[in-house]
């Protein structure tokens, strides 16, 4: 991609934008309600493949699905569209899949996603049954922002009404809720190996909520001049913050300060941000009517180089133990990890949670292939 951004002029302002699981494809929807496909190639080449009326009003939210066969739009229109990526055409319609305006769409497992809309509600859909298996009415203004937690299989939300829900997907139930922050709070992310929830403001301040005490923000992060509309982990220290001043920065997690920009669009908003699916390339929307790409190899070199590093005390340690253990003739049981829900204050560590679905991914990836399409009954 080279040192500058690749720019994709989408011809209007872009609302989201998502790359394909596996493929160097990246989707966006449009305020004219359209949602276009691009493919990029290593040096830069950018070609649209196709681009689809999908909705009568503003296209605000777009996934890819079911290992990127599919890709879904939401829009204020109330309806969720199934679009096929190959052909381009579409493939099927839930009309009214919610009675306000649909806002936010976001993967959760392989079998289910989640939806938000501009009255604080959010449904959960079965993709193998086509049906609605949660709802959940959590907030009372509109759902700027979801992440999912695989490990405790939860749901964070924040909304305009400045809270943070944690929903319980299991239970179907809210297990938490924060106080008002006093300011509408637009984007989430987990880091700090799920022991911090972070949440841009629209003052631009980010706030740090601690796991197991969520009533009320532990820490301020003052430093973006003006609001932080998108954020996206880059490891459990470092996130990159998109904000309405054009900016697109690097931020570090407790220690907290700004560490570097890694682009702009000018002066104007950053809409929403996206990791490509080998997580080299970033994806930025913004009200400039331009989609640009950005070469982040960078951002993950240091941190591989850690990863590395940490791998070979790992391996050394080991070592020196298996050599103790046989000179005293004693056997090293390594310590198991107990398997069970996490409870309402308490979340799996990236860690553990990496152990646990390790021995369970023969099995999902087995299921994967009987799954049904979404629409598949419609």
């Not at 709070?185 to 631009?204: A, E, F, M, P, Y």
């Not at 909520?209 to 001049?225: I, Q």
């Not at 970033?282 to 640009?292: E, F, I, P, R, Y």
């Not at 133990?321 to 004693?330: E, I, K, R, T, V």
């Amino acid at each position: 991609m080279g040192e500058t951004a690749v720019e994709i002029d989408v011809g209007t302002q872009p609302f989201d934008l998502a790359f394909h699981p596996s493929a160097n494809l990246v989707a966006v929807a449009l305020i004219t309600g359209h949602v276009q496909l691009y493919k990029y190639g290593e040096g830069g080449d950018v070609a649209r493949l196709w681009s689809l009326s999908a909705h009568s009003e503003s296209c605000r939210a777009v996934r890819f699905v079911q290992d990127g066969e599919y890709v879904l739009t939401a829009s204020p229109d109330k309806s969720i569209l199934a679009t096929n990526v190959q052909t381009g055409q579409a493939v099927a319609r839930l009309s009214d899949a919610h009675e306000a305006a649909i806002n936010r769409i976001v993967n959760c497992s392989e079998t289910t996603v989640a939806s938000g809309d501009d009255e604080g509600n959010i449904k959960v859909w079965d993709t193998r049954s086509n049906t609605c298996c949660g709802s959940f009415e959590a907030h009372e203004d509109f759902v700027s922002d979801m992440e999912y937690l695989p490990a405790s299989n939860q749901l964070l939300a924040v909304s305009g009404d400045g809270t943070l829900s944690v929903l319980n997907l299991r239970r179907n139930k809210i297990d938490k809720q924060t106080q008002f922050a006093e300011d509408e709070l637009l984007s989430v992310v987990v880091c700090k190996n799920g022991q911090k929830v972070i949440c841009g403001s629209q003052d631009g301040v980010l706030l740090l909520y601690s796991w197991g005490a969520m009533l009320d923000c532990s820490d301020r992060f003052v430093g973006h001049p003006n609001s932080v509309d998108a954020i996206l982990k880059v490891d459990e220290d470092t996130l990159l913050t998109g904000s309405s001043d054009g900016i697109i920065r690097i931020v570090s997690i407790l220690p907290n300060k700004m560490i570097g920009v890694v682009g702009e669009h000018a002066e104007f908003p950053v809409e929403r941000l996206a990791f490509s699916h080998d997580r080299n390339i970033l994806g930025s929307a913004s009200h400039d009517n331009t989609v640009k790409l950005w070469d982040v190899k960078y951002l993950h070199e240091e941190e591989e180089e850690e990863i590395a590093d940490e791998t070979v005390k790992e391996a050394e340690t080991t070592t020196l133990a298996g050599s103790l253990a046989q000179s005293s003739g004693q056997t090293l049981i390594p310590n198991a990890v107990a398997d069970g829900d996490s409870s309402g204050d308490e979340m799996e560590l990236e860690g553990s949670r990496q152990r646990r679905n390790k021995g369970k991914k023969g099995k999902q990836q087995r299921s994967t292939g009987t799954t049904s399409n979404f629409f598949d009954d419609l």
